[in-house]
């Protein structure tokens, strides 16, 4: 009796659905017809080189988001917990906000500066957060979240001194970048290292889906029912935490799919995470790619960051789940 | 000989002292309670067993190897423990539960093997839960609860196994019930039981022999009808019990008093 396995074959269809679609989709909507006769360069050229690497990006992100959210929501035992809890999104916004503040447009190892420096800032809050927690003997899951609560206010204090002191125009554009957007992908040369960091750390994840099992049901339970808690719980903070920086340096912190894909996924194939990592990777990635869609379809040609469109669509979803139904952590089928 | 033997075992926590200085050893299919006051250090003593806390002083050894060599999992295939009161909110199945149990003989990389699969039916048959291995852990009742959590670390199949409290908030009924699986384990698989227990009655009446703890330090070691005497259960609790001779066994039993009267 498995009857997680064919909630799951639906969601790989529905995700394939979506991403054959998706290019289509856009200020100008694309005939799949036309691809293929060569009369339409242009089209082509539209639907290959911007569309198509762009929902890729999108799916990936959505993907890698989705699954570093269920990984630290079963190790801190908390429906609400997320890399973005851990200060995450605010050190990659500090790194970029700073970049953009000293003017820094380069490219440096064929990648933009601001995207280098918010996978520093990322980078940076990783490290502190997990050697604040090291300051402690056990490596307890509730001190990781104070430091990382602590290390977000700190980012974002920053943050806000920065936009206060400098030149609008450039803390606007900051302020844009804070929102979160696909838009800067332009080919394919973003997939080229986003795509392995997000497949490597969601299949790691996966491998530690047994861990991820018993680390929800607490750590006592977890340790004697012999996983390594030290090992296990810095594997899960590091590679969730590396995946998610990887995202947010490139597409800016875009909110609640970290929470949302991982909570309609345990109500669709359960606690497990042998199908909860692949459903909530599947759901996360459809879910971004289409937020984004509709992002670059409902002002064409102007664009909405899809930042904007997962809160617009996250929060009420949100509300109206709690208002519904019992929370997921609490949840009978 | 002794499989589990714990020599010299101190631990702090912040500076404070909560165990000192603990020496004993458990044989095969010995069944021992661990009893004292509340604030004793039973249920930490359990942990560092169990591996849980890892930084204490001192030697625990298996088969004379020294447990802080072995790894959490190798050791999780020795010593299973089942913690106290331990809540399960999400929403597991029974069977699901119980096969995480096997954790530590499993790989990431296969599905549960058959083994597998025997050890938790068995473990589900033996503690009389099979038939609602499907049902969520969390809308069982306490007593049915209790005996799959029991489940869970009998599907580790280990030769000692460390119980925190485990029949604390069950009826009579079911309290004898899982005592008497507990005594079935025991003596069938010669697997070596400490029980950790407030119910001073059935320790004396179940184990072989009783440890008790007090301040951090085994103020009594040894059989049942020695400790049942007024003496050392004062000396162990700070109070003088009321005790009258069980009907069937040969030891006396602890009655609650009633206000006023004598003692």
Redesign the interface.
Known sequence: MKPGRSTLTILVVGTLVVLAAAPLVGPRWIDPGMLWNGDNPLEARIFWDIRVPRVLVGFLAGMGLAVGGTAYQAMFRNPLASPFTLGLASGASLGAVLAIHLGWNKLLWGTPAVTVCALMGAGVTLVVVYGLTRLRAELSVATMLLAGVAMSFLNTSLILVLQYAVDPVRAFHAFRWMLGGLEGTLGYRDILWLGPVVLAGTFILWVLRRELNLLSLGDEWAAARGVSLRTVKTLILFVSGVMVAAIVAHCGPIGFVCLIAPHISRQLVGPQHTRLVPAAALLGGAFLVISDSVARTVLAPAEIPVGVITAILGGPFFLWLLLTRPLSWEWVP | MAILAVRGLSFAIAGQTILENVTFELDRGEFVSLVGPNGAGKTTLL?CL???HR?WQGEILWHGRAAKRA???????FV????QE?R?????TVE?FVL??R??H?S??SPPSPRDIEAVREALELTNTWNFR?R?VR?LSGGERQRVMLAAVLA?QTPVLLLDEATTFLDFRHREEVQHLLEKINTQRQVAILAVTHDINTAALFSRRILALRDGHIVFDGPPATFMQESILQEVFGFRPLLVDHPQACIPVIVPTRSGGEP
Do not use: C, K
């Open positions: 942990r169990a591996l849980v930084n790894s959490q999992r190798e050791w999780a295939r299973a423990y089942l913690p331990e399960v909110d999400i929403p597991y699901d995480m149990g954790y530590p499993g990431p990389f499907h969520l809308t580790q």
